[in-house]
């Protein structure tokens, strides 16, 4: 009998979802038991309705495993469930597998703004988890909703976090080159991206202007207190399969040099709590000192994905510097960060080690 936390994956067939099929095999906490997915592929194996898009092969325990309706009653079995919907079914189904006592780790942006679901970037905030218990409190169920972030906030929140630390980060501008995996399949025509750059994603700078200041707030015990920061964010999509690309200039409230804030970058540590968990990357950023990195092609798959990328810290002429992150976006940005998420779920609630 396997010890592990039985686990569901909803909207398993998806980009994210397939992440999270390919990610979770052979987890050391945690085992797939159920998959669910729209009604198209319902009653349906894995392998008959996943047009798998991944490199690695489709895992051999998921190929004849039946997909199941994306309801909390035909989840029997699961304690945790890694959301991958998309943000409108998220918005209906989730709290009910929370009414249900599972909890949910989302990657839908639907709750992200509730003032009692974390977006948690264990990097950053993994205190913020406590905040689960005040969600329980007041909603009156025994399970709970936690989110990650926007896969592109998560690439500069990392960074802009350890920076604001030590030297307090007051306002940053930040552009992004977004991957086409990041609009799920089939996502964006070919013949509307290539030899061609989209300036314009629904609703992406709203969540990146909104989110970083709720990940760097402060928990008080009650509630998430926000972070004082301003952002303007300008998002692309571009011809480019994996990783998102951010260019972002920002200011710091301390009087600092080039070399402190490199250095900071270097000398970064993930928080003691999370040193342990499976998918924790033994280096959570990664400083490039070549004056052309970080590129995608080159850095996205760099501790499997799960590194925060950055390169060209340099002066800023407007504000006080400006840098360059990669991070890979159906992993570090959406199944891989649930999953660190949910891992850290476990430690604490399920006193997994
Ligand atoms: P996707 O490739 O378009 O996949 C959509 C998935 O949702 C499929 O599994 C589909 O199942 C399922 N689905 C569609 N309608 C459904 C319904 N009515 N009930 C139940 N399941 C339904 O999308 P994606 O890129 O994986 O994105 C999934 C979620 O993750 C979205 O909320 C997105 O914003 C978020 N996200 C994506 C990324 C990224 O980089 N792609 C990063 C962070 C967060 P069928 O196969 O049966 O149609």
């Given at each position: 009998?396997?010890?592990?936390?039985?686990?569901?994956?909803?909207?398993?067939?998806?980009?994210?979802?397939q992440?999270?099929?390919?990610?979770?095999?052979?987890?050391?906490?945690?085992?797939v038991?159920?998959?669910?997915?729209?009604?198209?592929?319902?009653?349906?194996?894995?392998?008959?309705?996943?047009?798998?898009?991944?490199?690695?092969?489709?895992?051999?325990?998921?190929?004849?495993?039946?997909?199941?309706?994306t309801?909390?009653?035909?989840?029997?079995?699961?304690?945790?469930?890694?959301?991958?919907?998309?943000?409108?079914?998220?918005?209906?189904?989730?709290?009910?597998?929370?009414?249900?006592?599972?909890?949910?780790?989302?990657?839908?942006?639907?709750?992200?703004?509730?003032?009692?679901?974390?977006?948690?970037?264990?990097e950053?905030?993994?205190?913020h988890?406590?905040?689960?218990?005040?969600q329980?409190k007041?909603?009156?169920?025994?399970?709970?909703i936690?989110?990650?972030?926007?896969?592109?906030?998560?690439?500069?929140?990392?960074p802009?976090?350890?920076?604001?630390?030590?030297?307090?980060?007051?306002?940053?501008?930040?552009?992004?080159?977004?991957?086409?995996?990041?609009?799920?399949?089939?996502?964006?025509?070919?013949?509307?991206?290539?030899?061609?750059?989209?300036?314009?994603?629904?609703?992406?700078?709203?969540?990146?202007?909104?989110?970083?200041?709720?990940?760097?707030?402060?928990?008080?015990?009650?509630?998430?207190v926000?972070?004082?920061?301003v952002?303007?964010?300008?998002?692309?999509?571009?011809?480019?399969?994996?990783?998102?690309?951010?260019?972002?200039?920002?200011?710091?409230?301390?009087?600092?040099?080039?070399?402190?804030?490199?250095?900071?970058?270097?000398?970064?540590?993930?928080?003691?709590?999370?040193?342990?968990?499976?998918?924790?990357p033994?280096?959570?950023?990664?400083?490039?000192?070549?004056?052309?990195?970080?590129?995608?092609?080159?850095?996205?798959?760099?501790?499997?994905?799960?590194?925060?990328?950055?390169?060209?810290?340099?002066?800023?002429?407007?504000?006080?510097?400006?840098?360059?992150?990669?991070?890979?976006?159906?992993?570090?940005?959406a199944?891989?960060?649930?999953?660190?998420?949910?891992?850290l779920?476990?430690?604490?609630?399920f006193?997994?080690?």
């Amino acid at each position: 009998m396997s010890n592990k936390i039985p686990v569901s994956v909803l909207a398993a067939t998806g980009s994210v979802g397939q992440r999270f099929i390919s990610l979770l095999d052979q987890h050391p906490w945690f085992e797939v038991v159920e998959i669910t997915a729209s009604d198209r592929s319902v009653g349906k194996t894995y392998e008959e309705s996943c047009h798998w898009l991944l490199s690695d092969p489709m895992p051999e325990y998921v190929k004849k495993m039946e997909l199941l309706p994306t309801d909390a009653d035909a989840i029997k079995k699961s304690q945790i469930a890694f959301s991958a919907l998309p943000a409108e079914i998220a918005m209906i189904v989730e709290p009910d597998f929370a009414r249900k006592g599972i909890y949910v780790s989302s990657n839908a942006s639907a709750y992200r703004k509730d003032p009692l679901v974390p977006i948690l970037v264990p990097e950053v905030n993994p205190d913020h988890l406590q905040i689960l218990d005040v969600q329980q409190k007041t909603y009156q169920w025994p399970g709970a909703i936690m989110t990650n972030p926007n896969c592109t906030t998560v690439g500069f929140v990392v960074p802009l976090n350890a920076i604001d630390k030590h030297f307090g980060v007051t306002k940053a501008i930040v552009f992004s080159m977004q991957a086409l995996s990041g609009a799920g399949y089939p996502g964006v025509p070919g013949m509307d991206i290539l030899d061609n750059v989209i300036p314009f994603i629904s609703g992406e700078e709203e969540k990146l202007e909104y989110e970083p200041a709720k990940i760097m707030g402060n928990f008080d015990g009650e509630k998430i207190v926000q972070h004082p920061i301003v952002i303007s964010a300008h998002t692309n999509r571009v011809a480019v399969t994996d990783a998102h690309t951010i260019c972002l200039s920002f200011a710091v409230r301390e009087k600092v040099s080039e070399e402190q804030i490199i250095s900071t970058l270097e000398n970064f540590e993930f928080p003691e709590i999370c040193r342990s968990l499976p998918s924790c990357p033994k280096k959570g950023i990664i400083y490039h000192k070549e004056e052309n990195r970080p590129q995608p092609r080159w850095d996205r798959s760099l501790e499997k994905g799960m590194a925060t990328n950055v390169g060209r810290v340099r002066k800023d002429n407007i504000l006080d510097y400006r840098m360059v992150t990669v991070s890979h976006n159906t992993i570090r940005g959406a199944a891989g960060g649930s999953i660190l998420n949910g891992e850290l779920l476990a430690k604490i609630k399920f006193r997994m080690n």
